[in-house]
């Protein structure tokens, strides 16, 4: 689930994934994710217990000792790293057995005004198919209908008091225009 909020020239981009593992042993889980320039991770939370636990930002050698420190007490930890460029990765632990993990990441950003436009680009070059997906948008004080230069199968911008707002939910997706 991917949710956008728009506000003036500040846009809050929220991904709310859960990972499933098919498989009769508890795995550990990786998720990479390039950010553009400008971008800022926010947000990061990871479900333990049926809950969100909301993470802090540490330093990176801190962050790793207290992440394997976590591991081997049996408690769900969660790590969110930057890596090269804005590139960054989260490791998640356990996934249960035949079960799920949920992990909410968010960024924020200022956009770029091209010839009087703000620019707002979603990134969803992937190749596998999602069993559930969903994407809205908010687009709080705009004046004007927002123009796709791409755009997803059954999504469009209605008129609200607020704004803009647009919501599509789909089954056995593969999100893979940007």
Known sequence: SVSVEITGDISTTTYDMTFHNPNNRILEGEFSFPLQDGQKVTRYALDVNGKLREGVVVEKEKARTAYENTIRQQIDPGIIEKTTGNNYK?????????????????????????????????????????????????????????????????????????????????????????
Do not use: C, H
């Open 90 to 178: 989260t490791r998640i632990y356990p996934i249960p057995s035949n079960g799920y993990k949920r992990v909410v990441i968010a960024y924020t950003e200022v956009l770029g005004n091209k010839n009087g436009n703000l620019d707002y680009f979603l990134p969803l070059n992937y190749s596998r198919i999602v069993n559930n997906f969903s994407l809205e948008i908010k687009m709080l004080k705009q004046e004007s209908r927002p123009s796709w230069i791409e755009k997803i199968d059954k999504l469009e911008f209605g008129k609200v008091e607020s704004g803009y707002y647009a919501k599509t939910s789909l089954k056995n997706y593969t999100p893979d225009k940007n």
